[in-house]
């Protein structure tokens, strides 16, 4: 992903099904000749928005030695394996990774 990908401001939450007006918006732009990103952008732009309440209004970054696991769990194993990384090491990370999954789920219940 490119940096612009990954700022807050070029994500949207949509609805996992599309909406009618979402369908009809998709099959106008595919008339149109629009190739995939054209079709998604109509489909995106008639979209509803997410009701109020329905995500938390403040989001929190996960931590660095958290973002770290998920970076080396992200490694493709032929390069984990050429710098020496150890499935016990690997075992350490996800550990790690799922104890703070099960510590934002408790507090947000």
């Known amino acids: 992903m490119s940096q612009d990908e990954t700022k807050p401001t070029n994500w949207r939450i949509v609805p996992v099904k599309p909406t009618r007006q979402m369908g009809l ?63 016990q090491e690997d075992a350490k990370c996800m550990a790690l990774i799922r104890d703070y999954i099960l510590s934002v789920c408790t507090q947000s219940q």
């Open 25 to 87: 918006a998709g099959r106008f732009a595919e008339a149109q000749g629009k190739g995939c990103e054209g079709i998604y952008e109509a489909m995106l732009a008639v979209s509803p928005q997410v009701p109020q309440g329905t995500i938390p209004s403040r989001l929190v970054a996960a931590p660095a030695e958290v973002m770290a696991a998920l970076n080396r769990m992200c490694t493709p194993l032929d390069e984990t394996y050429l710098k020496g990384i150890t499935a």
